[in-house]
């Protein structure tokens, strides 16, 4: 019997074994998990965007403020010959 034929027998098996008892709370405690787990989800989704929008905002103030994009002053002035 190969390989793939006894995994199917043991399954088999298991599945006609007796079933063991579920608690009765058992679909109540999971709906609340999986609300609190997606209000967890959604919090964090919101606390993640906030973070964005002031990195973004953030960095527009400072470009606004440095002008990066500008050369900056001379440190000194060119020499004047011919005077």
Do not use: I, N
């Amino acid at each position: 019997m190969s390989g793939t034929g006894r995994r199917e027998d043991q399954v088999r098996r298991m599945l006609e074994g007796p079933h063991p008892q579920v608690p009765a709370d058992l679909a109540e405690r999971a709906a609340e998990r999986g609300g609190r787990l997606l209000r967890r989800r959604r919090a964090l989704r919101r606390l993640g965007m906030l973070a964005v929008v002031a990195a973004v905002t953030v960095l527009m103030v400072w470009a606004l403020l440095v002008r990066p994009w500008e050369a900056p002053p001379a440190g000194t002035t060119p020499p004047l010959d011919g005077w």
